[in-house]
């Protein structure tokens, strides 16, 4: 039996409004926004939240002198046609790229995340 419904990801991030437009716009999930707190809801439910953090110090993937501590898999059917439009949104494209059936990216606030075929 499950104990809640619908979990919630939080990001540290020095700017939740741009994460919360980057993600929103790449997941198309509405966005609320907060001064130092937003987040992005499915219709469905599901929610990513993003909060502001002083001195934020970015993941470095794939190094860990500071550890990535979490990630997204987002599943696409077209890897080209997502990472054209990942970069477009303000992604940066990962120079190490470990495997050929998945991209590793990192969103505006240095958090590395995947596009990962279907």
């Known amino acids: 039996m499950a104990i809640a419904r619908f979990p919630t990801v939080v ?3 020095a700017d939740p409004a741009e994460m919360s437009r980057f993600y929103g716009a ?3 999930w509405k966005i609320e926004e907060r001064p130092d ?3 992005i809801r499915a219709d469905y439910g599901d929610c990513i939240s993003f909060q502001q953090v002083k001195d934020y110090k970015p993941p470095q993937w794939p190094g860990q002198e500071v550890p990535q501590q979490m990630h997204l898999d987002v599943v ?4 080209d ?3 054209a439009a990942v970069l ?3 992604a940066t494209k990962a120079e190490h790229q470990p495997g050929t059936t998945f991209r590793v990216f990192l969103d505006p606030a240095g958090h590395p995340f995947c596009l990962c075929l279907s």
């Open 37 to 39: 707190w937003t987040e």
């Open 81 to 83: 046609a997502a990472e």
């Open 88 to 90: 477009e949104l303000g």
């Open 76 to 79: 696409v059917d077209d890897l």
């Open 26 to 28: 790449m997941l198309d």
């Open 11 to 13: 990001l540290d991030c």
